[in-house]
């Protein structure tokens, strides 16, 4: 992975706090993403003050309310520029967001309430369904304090329980488990709702679908002890069944939800399934010098990514919360090989090619630089250790250094997921959204100007929390 430097700032003023003077070149591309996000903005039709965003810049299909290409994931980074950089100009196109979205609800055919058309993936997933919009409205109320977001983040939650497959005590939302499309993810909106409101039946509602997630388990003999069969959890497409045990839609993911409910509700048998599931990915990293690292896909196991969706940056969430909640020095140290494995992904990206040149690495969320900075700025806050902050901040260098200008505005060109990976999206265009766009890559941003808070400002995904409920 490509992380040059910037080159060094000038022309700043003594005016400027110290601290600020660290941040500015931060906080201006922040408010340029902003402005150029707003250029895009959609307005409702017959619904006053209130808009939606497309995908992409240019996008002909008509926007969406999920957080994968869509609208709920911009509010998400809108409400924390608005309250990280005090933004009016965020705040009042959060609000019109919000409008947008709520103007968004329909019914379906048995009444039930949704903000999704639905497809191949269906209409509850966290990234791709209505989990997503109701912690949209989840973020919007912790950030404002908003009683109507609380609302709405409710309603989600009641339409979705009214979706459920009750199996006399697991529940199951999708024949996925993942926690993009599937049970894991919508878990853990669950879990963030019933924090929110104080509503155990919330709470219960994650433990029993973490309890649906342990029985879909595909179980696999131990490498270390072959009387022991260990969970892996993979996503089924076509037909097929595919492991991609990495965050998105593999293992780690999986276990990773069911850590966090355990750790929330003390259930023994989640948190045990957590382990065992982790268990399964130290037996199956491929060690890379001081490094380790994970297959993007059993179907293609020469090809190791680095991001968060198919890398250690997304992976090493569920080895952090383990040593949070476990305090077993081991889950720390797989965190730990798993950033040097990063680091040294970005190191060998560096080098220039046989034409020269050094090669695109795309600046997003999903699986490029965006989330390196995100992972990197939490490592950071849980080790203290100022070589992490630096190479947040090295990764961040390289968001402003291919920030495009556009007008007062700033976007990113989409990039290619390398080594061995698909292509995010169009690898020419200019996404808007939180995974693939200018929403994602400027919340990274934000993640470095807070850096050295004491209290982490930013209220993000569900799955971001890598500290134990005590610590928080």
Not at 270 to 289: F, H, P, T, Y
Not at 339 to 353: L, T
Not at 370 to 378: I, L, N, W
Request: proline share 5%.
């Amino acid at each position: 992975m490509r992380i040059p430097l910037l080159a060094v700032l000038g022309g700043l003023t003594a005016a400027i706090p110290a601290q600020d003077q660290k941040t500015e070149p931060l906080r201006d591309t922040v408010r340029g993403a902003i402005a150029w996000i707003a250029r895009q903005a959609v307005p409702v039709q017959g619904v006053e003050g209130a808009v939606l965003f497309p995908s992409a810049e240019g996008a002909r299909t008509p926007p969406q309310a999920i957080v994968y290409g869509g609208t709920a994931g911009v509010l998400i980074f809108l409400e924390n520029a608005a309250a990280v950089l005090d933004d009016a100009r965020a705040r009042e196109l959060a609000d019109q967001t919000a409008k947008g979205l709520i103007a968004q609800k329909r019914a379906d055919s048995r009444g039930r309430a949704s903000w999704t058309r639905g497809g191949t993936m269906g209409v509850t997933g966290l990234y791709t369904g209505d989990a997503g919009v109701g912690q949209a409205f989840l973020i919007r109320h912790a950030l404002r304090g908003d009683a109507a977001a609380l609302a709405v983040a409710v309603e989600v939650g009641e339409a979705l329980l009214a979706r459920a497959k009750d199996d006399d005590g697991p529940l199951t939302f999708d024949k996925q488990v993942d926690i993009i499309f599937g049970n894991a993810g919508t878990a853990l909106f669950f879990l963030e709702l019933g924090l929110a409101t104080k509503d155990a039946r919330f709470v219960d509602t994650a433990r029993r679908t973490g309890h649906g997630l342990v029985e879909a388990a595909v179980r696999e003999p131990s490498k270390a002890n072959a009387d022991k069969q260990l969970p892996t959890w993979v996503l089924s497409m076509g037909g097929m069944q595919t492991h991609m045990p990495n965050f998105s839609h593999g293992t780690a993911g999986v276990a990773y939800a069911l850590a966090r409910i355990a750790a929330h509700t003390g259930d023994a048998e989640l948190l045990q399934a957590a382990k065992d599931g982790a268990e399964w990915m130290i037996e199956n990293a491929v060690a890379d010098g001081d490094g380790l690292k994970w297959a993007a896909s059993d179907r293609s196991p020469g090809a190791f990514m680095g991001g968060w969706c198919h890398g250690p940056v997304g992976t090493g969430r569920l080895f952090l919360l383990l040593h949070a909640i476990t305090g077993e020095a081991r889950y720390r140290e797989i965190a730990d090989r798993g950033a040097k494995f990063v680091v040294a992904y970005a190191a060998e990206a560096e080098k220039a090619g046989t034409d020269g040149k050094k090669p695109y690495v795309p600046p997003s969320y999903c699986c490029g630089v965006a989330g390196v900075v995100e992972f990197f700025c939490d490592l950071h806050r849980v080790s203290k250790d100022p070589a992490h902050a630096a190479f947040a901040r090295k990764a961040g260098d390289y968001l402003l250094e291919v920030a495009i200008a556009d007008g007062d505005g700033r976007k990113w060109k989409n990039g290619q997921s390398v080594p061995g990976g698909p292509v995010a999206a169009n690898s020419s265009g200019h996404n808007i959204d939180l995974m693939l766009g200018a929403a994602g890559e400027a919340l990274a941003l934000l993640e470095l100007i807070a850096l050295e808070r004491a209290d982490d400002p930013i209220r993000g995904m569900p799955d971001r929390t890598v500290t134990a409920p005590a610590a928080r």
